[in-house]
């Protein structure tokens, strides 16, 4: 099978016009539509990535406390500010 990539933005979500196709007339084709991933990064995630390469340099610098503790504290706060279980 043979691929062709074309970006394209969606201007009508209800219709989608493809031109300029390398392909012949009657040729049958498979169409597939990808949507780019977003680049946005959710700001609670981002705030829990900080607190864990923090945590982590804490460690290396030999600053570590209770291992059950830490964890203890860790599932608290998952759970209060995400609201993970």
């Keep these: 099978m043979n691929a062709y990539k074309k970006y394209v933005t ?3 979500p209800g219709q989608l016009v493809l031109s300029n196709l390398p392909f012949v007339p009657g040729q049958r084709v498979e169409i597939i539509i990808l949507a780019e ?7 609670k995630l981002e705030e829990l990535r900080q607190k864990i390469d923090h945590a982590t340099e ?7 406390m209770d291992g059950e503790l830490v964890f203890e ?13």
Excluded: C, F, M, W
């Design 73 to 85: 504290q860790l599932q608290a706060r998952l759970h209060d500010e995400y609201g993970l279980k």
């Design 58 to 64: 804490q460690i290396l610098a030999g600053n570590v």
């Design 37 to 43: 991933e977003s680049n946005e990064i959710n700001p």
């Design 10 to 12: 969606i201007d009508n």
